[in-house]
């Protein structure tokens, strides 16, 4: 089993910033892929973000430019520079790991708790 455990969150001003932060643990072999969703109230989740093992990133338009996503491979630990918040980057933020286990033949997904991100105007 693998755990993905997120902080950061929280509330801040429109034109500030934020960083979050994911840590994966458990029966961890290799993480192909870390990913950063988000869930806006009465909307679809969607993605923000995602960096492969070889730190290929790929963003979402809305966030280009203004987040940065990162990954510590020695500490299986995932990052989220927000810049430049807007109160519609308002939403739960959620990671997503895909992981291939100890023992596993084939990789599967995780996700995390989520974590609050409110951006006040």
């Known amino acids: 089993q693998v755990q993905l455990v997120e902080s950061g969150g929280g509330l801040v001003q429109a034109g500030g910033s934020l960083r979050l932060s994911c840590a994966a643990s458990g029966s961890i072999f290799v993480i192909n892929v870390f990913g950063w969703y988000r869930q806006a109230p009465g909307k679809q989740r969607e993605l923000v973000a995602r960096i492969t093992s070889g730190s290929s990133t790929n963003y979402a338009d809305s966030v280009k430019g203004r987040f940065t996503i990162s990954r510590d491979n020695a500490k299986n630990t995932v990052y989220l520079q927000m810049n430049s918040l807007k109160p519609e980057d308002t939403a739960v933020y959620y990671c997503?790991?895909?992981?291939?286990?100890?023992?596993?033949?084939?990789?599967?997904?995780?996700w995390g708790q989520g974590t609050q991100v409110t951006v006040s105007s």
């Open positions: 997503a790991a895909d992981v291939l286990g100890l023992i596993a033949t084939l990789p599967q997904a995780y």
